[in-house]
T-cell receptor, first 110, second 115 residues
Framework: QKEVEQDPGPLSVPEGAIVSLNCTYSNSAFQYFMWYRQYSRKGPELLMYTYSSGNKEDGRFTAQVDKSSKYISLFIRDSQPSDSATYLCAMEDSNYQLIWGAGTKLIIKP | DTGVSQDPRHKITKRGQNVTFRCDPISEHNRLYWYRQTLGQGPEFLTYFQNEAQLEKSRLLSDRFSAERPKGSFSTLEIQRTEQGDSAMYLC?????????????FGPGTRLTVT
């Protein structure tokens, strides 16, 4: 079993919909939780990070962490075709290294 | 600030050949990471440097892989005697600070195809 599980998708939604992306993890020691966006043939770029449990909002993006359930989510409101990309969750381990999910491919249909 | 750059962007090589990739981090970033990413997977950690010192190397990294960061600036990743299983995207990232692994800035990657 992988330490971080993420549904690979693809997830296809119409423009303007609310998107929910999720990851589960097994290591209760994880404290930092990150979401990266990766466009085709590009490197990942950091969208948001959250420390411990709780919510964090940045524009149309909201990250949630539920440590009791070992579950994190990224919500995208008013989704745009430009949001079409692969979204990767990542978590920091005790050695300050990132443990990554496999990524969910998101398609926003105009 | 031009971001992290990697060269070449694409490399096709025959099995058994050696290849070398270069990464130029954001200037003054003292941490540099190498990852490997295959289709449909997240990046897999290979190694990282704090300035010129290689501080950690993944146990998954075979002896055919070696990385250097002379003078703490650019870094090279060499793969000797390439195998078809080495075909992947090789990503480099740099970070300005210790202990903040989330603050990693990625380059566009080098896509390696071993035939």
């Amino acid at each position: 079993q992988k330490e971080v599980e993420q549904d690979p998708g693809p997830l296809s939604v119409p423009e303007g919909a609310i998107v929910s992306l999720n990851c589960t993890y097994s290591n209760s020691a994880f404290q930092y939780f990150m979401w990266y966006r990766q466009y085709s043939r590009k490197g990942p770029e950091l969208l948001m990070y959250t420390y411990s449990s709780g919510n964090k909002e940045d524009g149309r993006f909201t990250a949630q962490v539920d440590k009791s359930s070992k579950y994190i989510s990224l919500f995208i409101r008013d989704s745009q075709p430009s949001d079409s990309a692969t979204y990767l969750c990542a978590m920091e381990d005790s050695n300050y290294q990132l443990i990554w999910g496999a990524g969910t491919k998101l398609i926003i249909k105009p | 600030d031009t971001g992290v750059s990697q060269d070449p962007r694409h490399k096709i090589t025959k099995r058994g050949q050696n290849v070398t990739f270069r990464c130029d981090p954001i200037s003054e970033h003292n941490r540099l990471y190498w990852y490997r990413q295959t289709l449909g997977q997240g990046p897999e950690f290979l190694t990282y440097f704090q300035n010129e010192a290689q501080l950690e190397k993944s146990r998954l990294l075979s002896d055919r892989f070696s990385a250097e960061r002379p003078k703490g600036s650019f870094s090279t990743l060499e793969i000797q005697r390439t195998e078809q299983g080495d075909s992947a995207m090789y990503l480099c990232a740099s970070s300005p600070r210790e202990g903040l692994s989330y603050e990693q800035y990625f380059g566009p990657g080098t896509r390696l195809t071993v035939t």
